[in-house]
Structures are given as C-alpha cells and as structure tokens.
C-alpha cells in the first residue's frame, strides 16, 4: 500500500523530507515583495529619525543586513535552493504615533531573480532580518520593540504567474 503524495512539496510520498526539484522547470523572472513592521515607543523612533542612535545610521545598517540575509536565506533555510539573486531592494517608511496610529518603522523588499524558482523566501528573510537589526541596535532604548506583520505581498513569475495577497 503506497502514502498519497502529500500536498506540501517539501515532502516525498514516503513522508521524508527532500529538495525540490526544480531541474525541468522553465526559468523566468522572478519578482518577490515581503512587507512588516517593527514597532516602538516614540522616542525610539526619534532617535533613529535624527540619526543620533548609539550604534549609528540604524536604517542604513539594517538595509545592508537585509540585503546580506537575502543572499543568505539557503544556508538558513534547510530546504531553499541557493538562487544568484539580480536585484535585492528595501524601502523604510517610518510612522509617528501622532500620525498613523501605531509609532514605528514599515520596511518593505523586493528581491529579483531569473530562475527556476521562486523568491519569496529570500524577500521575507531580508525584511526579517531588516527589522531585527533595528531591534539589536535600539534594544538598549526600548526593549518592548514588536516586530510584526511579516508577510508577502506579491510574487511575479513561473508557472503560476502573478500572486497579490489581500490589501
């Protein structure tokens, strides 16, 4: 009697686990977008705002982390395949509690390839790992930092072509 093939790909129909195989796949272009967000006390977001935390340019810091984490996400990921990646993009938009509610930092990554396979993961480590870069260099100001909210929000490209997630 042989196991139905499970529904999650990472799994063979004996239920181990396993890589993907992408070999037969066409490649295309790739597009992933992840958002979330970290959020703060006020006065946090003012000293990343004016560039006077301890630790330096927080935003610039964590742009740079995200981007490595992008280029990173194989070795932390078991399962994901290693992707040369052409284009790895953040964006912050900070809010005020005055403002937009909640006070605290959106950051956004749009990460390309042209390839087998998808870059979703690759996106989400780099807002992952964006915001918790913010975390470890503001920890000594506001230890109730929440990150929050990571998702993705749109994917483009292979065989099931365009994804948007709810607005």
Known sequence: MSTPASPLT?????GQAHMVDVGAKAATHRVAVATGRIEMQPETLALIESGTAKKGDVLGIARIAGIMAAKRTSDLIPLCHPLALTRVALEFET???RNQGACGIFCSATVETFGQTGVEMEALTAVQ?????IYDMCKAVDRQMVVTSVRVEEKHGGKSGTWRGPL
């Open 129 to 133: 790992i964006a915001l918790l870069t």
């Open 95 to 97: 809010a005020s509690a």
């Open 10 to 14: 990472h799994f063979d129909a004996q």
